[in-house]
């Protein structure tokens, strides 16, 4: 079994982390469907996944 780790950041942070993600991909619009239709390649997955963890974390 894995071990999770924590990462305490703060709002801000997160933000900039989000925005570096959104700035890698052409259309954040289409990075999104892709990602939610399981369209993307093992890099973009795991990008993706941190996208749509720090949205949660945002409440976005």
């Not at 894995?2 to 259309?27: G, Y």
């Not at 469907?33 to 993706?48: A, I, M, Q």
Request: proline share 3%.
């Amino acid at each position: 079994m894995s071990t999770a780790t924590v990462i305490t950041f703060t709002r801000e942070e997160a933000e900039a982390k989000r925005n570096a993600i959104l700035e890698q991909v052409r259309d954040p619009d289409e990075f999104r469907r892709r990602g939610e239709n399981y369209e993307l390649d093992p890099s973009d997955r795991l990008l993706y996944d941190d996208l749509r963890e720090l949205d949660y974390l945002l409440g976005e």
